[in-house]
């Protein structure tokens, strides 16, 4: 456990104020940088294009068009980025480092032929009346996001968490400054500002492996050879990212909550501002999270699993499970805690932060309840890796199957209810979800010394 996990121990041993407030920063930053700068990076080029040079109406459909695409490629993806990562990570225990470059070749040369064929199939079919320029550039963006979710998610799994928040901060600068320079051009100079920046991330993440992990082939495509894949690992990685926007993809779907912005895409005016208002709010969750899966927990799990592998004393092993369950249930209290407290300030400054923005007041409620929904995301990310952790694929796939079919389920309820229930369906599925998951890791760790020795 590389990386972040020493840095931050390395603040936390200061055992000052000063240090805690570095520790819990850098996670903040850490976690939460790569979503936060892509997100904010298409605002900013939204609210500094919305004048006579590009009409609001482009730069809505710039926007539109990007959330679509980023929502379609995490889904198409999904299948892919989970059991690759545990490919590799097996392949790092093996001592097998040379694997890693190559493969990640043959994982984005699929990735990219899959995409290409899927985009180009939309852009002949859905989008055959837009121009060839739009459709060209939005092939490009697609096959550049489905490569570059791929490669996050390998740096992700090799800890290398710095890197990935610094590429990201230098790919989006380049979107922003490339998207402005070129918006004479309208939606099309937006687009291929947008372009030009996912290119840069991607080959500078590509680039990072390729300098870190030498390898004497190319390409490979061992991780698809049979007792290599897990398809388990597919599963949970496509339900996660379609529990994730089955709510947004009704919302934007559905006649009275949705408006046609280009071609067949769709956007949900009511919905995706308060959602994308919500999830500002789970950056100190995600801190949190971090901080206390990357010591404390990790720090015992270590222990553990080391007295198991070497050896050790019924007592000691049984000691160090004991402060592996209380890290892990304080680690979930203060992810409560501290949502808690954001849920808390988005009700006081809800009001202030919308009017800033120039967002009705009616919004407030779906606001709220989204806020609460997107903190109860958090909870269930943090016991999903810790499942993760012990290797207990069938519940994860278990509770993503959930999520997935109580978020699509409950959602469509809220909508016959009426307006005064939106937002309710994303909330109850997560919340759903995290208890039935908070009962089953009870029982699995109740048992897990048993289970660690039994099921070898």
Known sequence: ??????????????????????????????????????????????????SVVVPNILVTQFQVSVT????????????????????????????????VFSCLNGVLLITAAIAGVVGLTLALTYFSGMGVVYRLLMLACFVLLNCIWITTILLSGLKRYVAIVSLYAVGYVVVVTAALLLRPWGLEGLLAGFVLGQFILFFGMW??????????????????????????????????????????????????????????????LIYDLPVFMAYLFIIPGMAVFLVRIETDFVEFYDKFYDAVRTGGSLEYIEGARDEMIHAIRQGLLEIGKIQTLAVLIALVAGPAALGALGISKLYLPLFYIQ???????????????????????????ALTALFTIANLLLTILTLRLGASWYGYGFCGATLITLLLGLHLLDKKLDNLEYETFMLQ
């Open 371 to 397: 806020t609460v929904g997107a903190s109860l995301q958090v909870g269930l990310l943090a016991l999903l890796n810790v499942f993760f952790y012990l290797d207990q694929r069938r519940i994860v796939l």
């Open 68 to 99: 679509w695409q980023i929502a379609i490629s995490l889904i198409l993806t999904g299948a892919m980025q989970l059991g690759f990562t545990r490919f590799i990570s097996d392949r790092l225990f093996e001592k097998r480092d040379d694997l």
């Open 207 to 268: 680039l990072l492996v390729a300098w870190h992990f030498r390898s004497p082939h190319f390409v490979s495509f061992e991780f698809t050879q049979r007792g290599y894949a897990y398809p388990s690992l597919m599963a949970i990685g496509f339900f996660y990212n379609l529990g994730v926007w089955a709510d947004k993809f009704i919302f934007w779907f559905y006649p009275d909550t949705s408006s046609s912005i280009i071609g067949p895409l769709r956007a949900s």
């Open 1 to 50: 456990m590389a990386g972040i996990g020493f840095e931050l121990r390395k603040l936390l041993r200061k055992d000052t104020l000063t240090g805690l407030l570095q520790a819990y920063s850098y996670a903040g930053i850490i976690g939460s940088g790569p979503w936060v700068l892509s997100i904010l990076g298409i605002l900013v080029i939204g609210l500094l294009s919305h």
